[in-house]
């Protein structure tokens, strides 16, 4: 069974940081492209950061630029949110996805496989 596993979600003051992983499992995911998304309450669902198989492209949404980075260790099959200077607007249920490319998932909203989210809570 192939799964997409995330973990590091919490509760932080605004200012604060956090790191998310999402692991894979039943397969590899080195050939795939890797993002994240979000989802707050009573609002859709928004593209947060993607990465290609090997890191050589990374894009953010505008909205975190600057205090979000994607990075991922494939040897682990795993990738990473570090997330800085976290703000009240970035509560939200982070989800894990993979796909081919980082156009796809950027562009059609996610990839082929996905997590079932970590909630992430800053608090003013």
């Known amino acids: 069974q192939v799964q997409l596993v995330e973990s590091g979600g919490g509760l932080v003051q605004a200012g604060g940081s956090l790191r998310l992983s999402c692991t894979g499992s039943?397969?590899?995911?080195?050939?795939?492209?890797m993002g994240w998304f979000r989802q707050a309450p009573g609002k859709e669902r928004e593209f947060v950061a993607v990465?290609?198989?090997?890191?050589?492209?990374?894009d953010y949404a505008d909205s975190v630029k600057g205090r979000f980075a994607i990075f991922r260790d494939n040897a682990k099959n795993t990738v990473f949110l570090q997330m800085d200077t976290l703000q009240p607007e970035d509560t939200a249920v982070y989800y894990c996805?993979?796909?081919?490319?980082?156009?796809?998932?950027?562009?059609?909203?996610?990839?082929?496989?996905w997590g079932k989210g970590t909630l992430v809570t800053v608090s003013s």
């Open positions: 996805t993979a796909g081919t490319t980082t156009s796809t998932i950027r562009g059609s909203g996610g990839g082929d496989y």
């Open positions: 039943g397969r590899t995911f080195d050939r795939d492209a």
């Open positions: 990465i290609s198989w090997g890191s050589t492209i990374a």
